[in-house]
């Protein structure tokens, strides 16, 4: 078992430089405690290899001098899923970034790693429970949406997550964009965007029979890295299912009792 410990980003890393400087706690999770029953027989998850993710993009740095490169998970995120670049960090939304970490402990090997963000979808989302309008809502499935329909831009689901995983459109995105996919929802200025899991490609492939894979993971393995594993964890026999059971995974911010649905290994290179 993984002792408790505490985990400090340094600073903002590839797209992470709109977000605020943020000190992460996290403990390894036994797989008794994966998710609450829930109706559907599927429940969406997702594992991270961190020292995958900080071999490649500790590689990307070096090749391009640039350190707030965006790696391929990245840039297949922004462009899959509408996401707009302005070119201004403030403002940006970012669905998926790069935060570099530093373990808050010392004589451990590797000092810096790398980490994708996105939403956790929370068993227990507390986006949802502050939603005013039930814009935002959790799927039986487990993913965590929001309708942006019903979404009045009041933020208080930005307020409430504690991971800072949704962005807020100052803009039209349409601006924003040098190409549209037209199956992904376009959103509008002054409502909330974040990560769905690819919830298109979920149904889709579901629909289909076959596996489903977002487009991070999609563009990862492409990439040869193979970091980001996706699935169903109600599946015994699903690739996710094997990973999490032979692994010490670990949730961000466990304190806060939402249950992340975003598993890290090879955390501090174990
Ligand atoms: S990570 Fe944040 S936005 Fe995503 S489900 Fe959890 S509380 Fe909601
Ligand atoms: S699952 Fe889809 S929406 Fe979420 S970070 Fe990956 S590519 Fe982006």
């Not at 959790?138 to 965590?144: M, N, S, T």
């Not at 979404?151 to 807020?168: K, L, V």
Request: aromatic share 6%; proline share 7%; net charge positive.
């Amino acid at each position: 078992m993984i002792s408790r410990r505490k985990l400090l980003i340094i600073a903002g890393a590839a797209t992470a430089s709109a977000m605020l400087p943020v000190q992460i706690s996290a403990v390894s999770q036994g797989q008794e405690n994966l998710s609450e029953a829930a109706s559907s027989t599927r429940r969406w998850a997702m594992v991270v290899d961190v020292q995958k993710c900080t071999e490649c993009m500790k590689e990307f740095i070096r090749k391009t001098g640039n350190p707030e490169v965006k790696p391929p998970c990245v840039v297949a995120c922004d462009k899959e899923n509408n996401v707009p670049e302005f070119e201004n960090k403030k403002i940006d939304p970012q669905w998926m970034r790069i935060a570099r970490l530093k373990l808050d402990k010392e004589s451990v090997e590797p000092e810096e790693m790398y980490i994708p963000l996105l939403c956790n979808h929370c068993e227990h989302p507390p986006c949802v429970q502050v939603c005013l309008t039930k814009a935002s809502f959790k799927r039986p499935d487990g993913i965590v949406e929001i309708d942006m329909h019903r979404c009045i831009g009041c933020r208080y689901c930005m307020i409430a997550c504690p991971y800072g995983a949704r962005s807020f459109n100052y803009l039209d995105p349409r601006e924003g964009l040098k190409e549209v996919n037209p199956k992904v929802q376009m959103r509008t200025e002054g409502v909330v965007e974040k990560c769905t899991f690819c919830v298109h490609r979920v149904d889709e492939a579901v629909a289909k029979g076959i596996e489903p894979e977002p487009a991070c993971v999609e563009a990862c393995r492409l990439f040869g890295k193979n970091a980001l594993v996706f699935g169903n964890i109600k599946d015994p026999n699903s690739e996710i299912s094997k990973i999490l059971r032979k692994t010490m995974p670990v949730q961000l911010r466990p304190e806060f009792g939402t249950d992340p649905h975003v598993f890290y290994i090879k955390l501090g290179g174990e």
